[in-house]
């Protein structure tokens, strides 16, 4: 099996395919963090307009931190189109090749095969987060500095002392990589109908764009299924943010307002991960290999 | 009719007298407040405003004369009101430019004050009205509620203490009006329904205070002007 997963990993890392969402991302953040540094303080009065006219602010709003949430908040609604790139790939890129049949005759069941497979795509989106962390964090750290982190939500700002941020993007990371995950498992997944990979590729970013569309629109229909669409639990990250207060109205430092919705949504993306994975292993059991 | 004249007369020399004996009264609380030149204090800041979860934090305070005041957090980012936070009992009465007529006598908390109603006659001053409520006895402003042209009204309610002989607070309540704060859906990115305001809800997201509890003064030991930039 860890042999198995090991060839996974080789084939994934040898195509050139797998670096574009490193080289995009890196792009990406790279521009978006060059530009907060030119124009951040402008960026940061449009966007506070409303709270700016009554309040004043002292101390260094365009933080490291700030930085980061600016940059999950416009990236991970994205990122798993990059990650549908190697997910989608993974079945129906050997098939493509003609290559399927010849490794099912290695002495290894289809589950495993199946298994390392997905756990090798996995890896691939473990590393692309950490990527993201690194870049996103770290560097914005480094560039801006750190200072306490003042968000806008819908209906409050919330102000999170310097001390009480790292931990909650640990916490958000690991949940992004949940999320992710669910979406390499849709792609992997879809990867198992098709004998080339634009189709589960194209399918797996449609689907994620048609749902985060269903998601994000008020109306009262599409309000009902948005608990059911997994991209609603996706953006969950954000609740790691969310602290909650004391009678005074003062945040509790280490708390979070609505644990159990990082909870249920957790919940909700693992068992989209595992039916995704079972389905594709009962399917791909039975499914007669022709490629 | 001579009378009649006479009474006249006599009313408005007492609204003159009692005019100029609140300037008196202003005058002795000023010379008050006059002994501190500078001070800087350490305290505990904390923001109550319905649609701000902010935390408690330590804060330090620097005033210089005539009106030099700042506030800054000690690490970390401050969001105070803007305008009110930053006028200190000196700054509204600083000088002269103004007409100072009684209002009457009313209770804080409990003490017997007397009500001056302050009315700027600069045309350029930012304050219209100021009404202070003087505890006469001790020559201490125990509230204070200002109405400004460009920063809404305010009310800072003050505990005396420890430094209370240099009409210096323990304990500052300042109270504002603000603007409900809103930000679409889409552009904070939250799918989740929204939980409806109630009616208390959202006359309370209409109203803020910020409480400073200081528990250190170090008065009249000189502060560098680069600190008020």
């Keep these: ?291 | 009719m001579k009378y009649l004249i006479a009474a006249l007369l006599c009313l408005q020399f007492h609204s003159i007298s009692y005019g100029q004996d609140m300037m008196e009264l202003i005058k002795k609380v000023k010379a008050k407040l006059d002994q501190v030149n500078d001070y800087v204090a350490e305290g505990n800041m904390k923001t109550d405003v319905a649609f701000i979860k902010a935390p408690v934090g330590k804060v330090k305070v620097y005033y210089k004369k005539p009106n030099r005041f700042k506030l800054k957090r000690d690490g970390g980012i401050s969001i105070l009101p803007k305008g009110g936070v930053t006028v200190n009992m000196s700054t509204l009465i600083e000088g002269d430019a103004f007409l100072a007529l009684a209002a009457g006598d009313a209770e804080v908390n409990h003490v017997k004050v007397k009500v001056v109603k302050l009315i700027p006659t600069a045309q350029n001053s930012d304050i219209v009205l100021s009404t202070l409520y003087i505890d006469v006895a001790r020559l201490l402003i125990l509230k204070a509620s200002t109405t400004t042209k460009e920063n809404g009204s305010f009310e800072i309610e003050m505990n005396y203490g420890k430094y209370e002989s240099y009409g210096l607070p323990d304990k500052l309540n300042f109270s504002f009006n603000t603007k409900d704060y809103k930000m679409p859906k889409g552009i904070a990115l939250e799918f989740d329904d929204e939980e409806k305001q109630t009616e208390a809800e959202k006359i309370r997201r209409k109203k803020g205070s910020v409480q400073i509890n200081y528990s250190k003064y170090t008065i009249n030991q000189g502060i560098a002007e680069s600190l008020f930039k």
């Design chain 1, 1 to 291: 099996m860890f042999q198995l997963l090991q060839i996974e990993l080789y084939k994934i890392f040898r195509r050139p395919r797998t670096y574009i969402s490193f080289a995009a991302i890196t792009a990406l953040i790279g521009i978006i963090q060059l530009g907060l540094l030119r124009d951040g303080t402008a960026y940061v009065e449009f966007m506070m307009t409303n709270v700016m006219q009554t309040f004043s602010f002292d101390g260094k709003i365009l933080n490291g931190y700030l930085v980061c949430y600016v940059l999950l908040q416009l990236l991970l609604v994205h990122v798993p189109l990059l990650i549908a790139l190697v997910a989608a790939d993974m079945v129906s890129g050997e098939a493509n090749m003609g290559t399927l049949r010849l490794l099912l005759t290695k002495p290894f069941s289809r589950t495993e095969f199946l298994l390392a497979k997905f756990m090798a795509s996995a890896i691939y989106t473990f590393l692309l987060l950490v990527w993201i962390a690194f870049l996103a964090l770290f560097v914005s750290m480094f560039m801006f500095g750190t200072d306490d982190m003042v968000i806008q939500k819908t209906n409050y700002i919330v102000q999170l002392p310097v001390q009480d941020v790292f931990w909650r993007y640990t916490g958000a990371f690991c949940f992004a990589f949940l999320a992710m995950l669910t979406v390499s498992a849709l792609g992997f997944f879809l990867s198992l109908f098709a004998e080339n990979s634009i189709g589960p590729i194209v399918t797996t970013m449609s689907v994620i764009i048609f749902f985060t569309i269903l998601s994000t629109m008020s109306i009262p229909l599409f309000q009902k299924i948005q608990p059911f669409l997994f991209t609603t639990h996706m953006v969950n990250w954000k609740e790691f943010f969310d602290p909650k207060v004391n009678a005074d109205n003062a945040i509790i430092i280490g708390s979070i307002q609505k644990p159990g919705r990082i909870i249920t949504s957790s919940l909700v993306l693992v068992a989209h991960v595992v039916g995704f994975v079972v389905a594709s292993i009962v399917l791909f059991r039975k499914k007669d290999i022709l490629s």
